[in-house]
Every structure is written in C-alpha cells, then in structure tokens.
C-alpha cells in the first residue's frame, strides 16, 4: 500500500494542521473563509496557545500553518512562534504582509523551521485590490521586497485563483521569480464571505481546464496541497494530495479552540470538539466521533459510477456542502459536467448552509447585490468596529524573541 493510501484512514497526528489564531483583521477580502474582521473576544489567550503548542509536540506535529484573519496583528504573535520553534513546531504563516517590515524580515531571516506565505490575488494592483482591497497589492509586495532583501529564503506567495486572475498564471510565477519565493495556488471555497462571491469569482469550466493544462506543465515548481485533485478527472492526476483530507491529515483549530475537519468548512456540521475541553487537542484528534467516521471507507455514492471516481474521488466535501450539494455526489466544479447539472437541479426547497462563524465589519456582500466583473478601484470604508479592538500594540519590542534552532 502506498503511503497516500494509509492518509485516508487518518494518522495519529495531522500533517497539515491549519491554526487561525485570531478573526481580527486589517482588510476584508471578499472571499475570506473565515469571514474575519473583527477580533473575538473568548480567543485562546497566551498560555492558552501555548498549551496547545506544547500537545502539538508530543504528538509530534512537524509543523503548522498559522493564520487568521491576520496572524501578526495579536501582539503575542511574535512570542508564540518563537515558543513553538523552540518546541520543535515549525512555522508557517500566511499574512498579507501588513507588519513585515526591515526589521521583521531580518528577524525572519535569522530564524530556523519559519516559513511565510504572502496573500496575493491578482498579479496587478487592479485584480488584487478589487478582491483584498485598495492598497493591499502594495503592501504584499513591500513584504516581498523586505524579505528577499533580508536574504529569506524561498518565502511563498499563496493566489486564490477567481475567474480574474487565471490568465495571470504566468505573471504570478514571474513575481515569484522576482523575489526568489514559491507559488502556491488554492482554490476558491464557497466558505465564509466566500460563499457570497463564489457564483460571481470561481473560475469557469474553460478556466478549470486551462488551469489544469498549465498545473500538468508547470506543477512540479508550484504547491496546490489538496486543491485541485478535482481536476484529475481530465486525465492526469496532479501534483499534491489528490484525496479530500478533511479529518484525516487536515484539520483546523480556530481562535476560539473549535478544532473544525477541514479550514473550509467552519460550520457545526464539521465541528469536532474544542481543545479546551479535557483532552485538549489530542482527544479531538484521536477521539472524536466525526472524525472517526469520516475516516471510514468512502462509498462514493452517485460518484461511484462515473469512471473517473478513482482520480477525483468525488471532490471537496467543503465545496458540495456550501453549495447546497450532497457530500457523496458531484463536485460543484467536476470537469465532466456532473456538478454543474446538481446545482441546476437545486430548487427552492434546497437548502444552501451558511456557517454560523462571521467576524465581517460590515453586512454580507449578498445584500448588497453581485460582485462587478468589471474591474476598477473599490471604494475604502472606514471600519464600523476597530478589527483591532482589544489587540493594543504598543510598538515596543523589547519581549518579543525571534528564536534561532529547533527541530
């Protein structure tokens, strides 16, 4: 049996664990899945996070994939990730380049097991800007630039891919290029605000396959993780983990110590527990029910016919739940059609989940009509509710550690 072959019946300790450790945020991307803005106040507090960090070692967790919201915003962020490279947690994070300046980035660069993800979702200010907002292409690339002349090495710039930045694929490897970093690419989830947007932003059918052609020749340079093993129904399965790896080797603790199945799919229905409660993490993993039985054998159910089950496997459980579909039929997005006729066939007695998780600063987008697919500047509004509320940093740096070693 492979080794790809023992993830679908989970493993003692995930190896793809996604840690949101706050909902606050400076920008409010219309397609956030966690829907942040605001912070919450019940988030894990410092020792609280760092409890969890000392269990992620003796389950011996490699490493973990930080974010938010806006990870660096929490004035402890600095401590926390010094305290789990020095328990042999390396570190991942994803920001949108906000607090690294000269200074973050030199520290970043004297650090061992750290590694940094920079959001960019368009390879222009015009495309990036309309999704994350005005500025923002900016400040990613101002990080970029802070890091590669710090001498990082190889950071990542992670793209959402929407209908606006497909053709952009080439540009996005050449910026990658530019600043010595690595392009991954993920999918756009109907999760969070991301379901608002998803009609107006997901790539079409035409895209799906061009995005395919160009992952086939270009992917062995570029990380997708389990984001595109969909579109091995056209053939040739991709580079990457080509299963659904919801509770298996994924998972996700949110701010609050909810451990969710899957980052994209913050909704009761795939919630396992919480790493406050006795156990900690280790209970949720080991001992919870959902994820038991989502480790069961997969029938397959309407997919099971179609001969190209065995490279899809069905598609992402995230994407068919949001979008109102059964978890054991078509992806919304299968590239034999399959998913395009269930959503069709949706009538007004279907019901489309919404997850109960909102931290947006402002209404949901479907009120106030469809995204434009015309690109131009989105107005700046001034935050009702101060994201940072609660998040008061001095700008001092005299506690804050940047650790050099670990595992």
């Keep these: 049996m492979k080794l790809v072959d023992h993830f679908q019946y989970g493993l003692n300790s995930p190896i793809c664990l996604t840690w949101e450790l706050t909902y606050a945020c400076n920008l409010a991307c219309v397609h956030c899945l966690s829907s942040s803005g605001r912070r919450d106040p019940r ?49 991942k994070f994803s920001t949108n380049g906000i607090k690294i300046d000269e200074k973050r980035a030199a520290q970043l660069a004297a650090s061992d097991y750290v590694d940094v993800q920079i959001s960019l979702d368009g390879a222009t200010a015009e495309v990036n800007d309309q999704v ?11 990080a970029l630039a802070n890091l590669a002349d710090a001498g990082f090495g190889q950071p990542k710039i992670s793209v959402v891919m929407t209908r606006q930045n497909v053709d952009q694929l ?33 790539p079409t059918a035409a895209q799906q396959r061009q995005l395919y052609d160009w992952l086939v020749a270009h992917g062995d340079n570029v990380l997708t993780g389990d984001s595109f093993f969909h579109l091995s129904a056209y053939g040739e399965a991709l580079p990457g983990l080509n299963l659904c790896g919801a509770g298996r080797v994924v998972c996700l603790i ?19 527990g919480n790493v406050r409660s006795p156990g900690g993490f280790e209970q949720v993993w080991r001992g919870s029910e959902l994820f038991a039985q989502l480790r069961q ?66 209404a949901p987008r479907n009120s106030r009509g469809p995204v434009p697919l015309t690109l131009g500047r989105r107005p700046d509004k001034a935050c009702e509710t101060s994201p940072l509320a609660g998040l008061a940093d001095d700008g001092s740096d005299s506690r804050l550690r940047v650790a050099v070693g670990g595992s």
């Design 132 to 142: 994350r907002g005005p500025g923002s292409y900016d400040t990613a690339v101002r």
């Design 170 to 202: 080439d540009d996005f490897k050449a910026i990658a290029d530019r600043f010595g970093a690595q392009l991954r690419i993920t999918r756009l989830r109907p999760s969070g605000r991301g379901a608002d947007v998803w009609d107006e932003l997901h």
């Design 254 to 272: 949110d701010p609050v110590g909810d451990v969710y199945a899957c980052p994209f799919a913050i909704h009761d229905n795939f919630l396992a």
């Design 43 to 91: 988030e894990l507090t410092t020792e609280e996070a760092k409890g969890v960090v000392d269990e992620l070692q003796k389950m011996q967790v490699f490493y973990v994939n930080i974010g938010g919201g806006e990870p660096t915003v929490r004035p402890d962020f600095w401590e926390l990730l010094d305290y789990a490279v020095s328990h042999d947690v390396g570190v």
């Design 297 to 362: 054998p997969q029938t397959g159910g309407a997919c099971r016919s179609c001969g190209f089950y065995d490279s899809c496997q069905g598609g992402c459980m995230a994407a068919k739940f949001f979008t109102g579909l059964p978890l054991d039929g078509p992806d919304p997005e299968c590239v034999r059609g399959f998913g395009e006729q269930a959503l069709a066939a949706r009538d007004g007695s279907t019901t489309i989940p919404r997850s109960d998780v909102d931290h947006s600063r402002s």
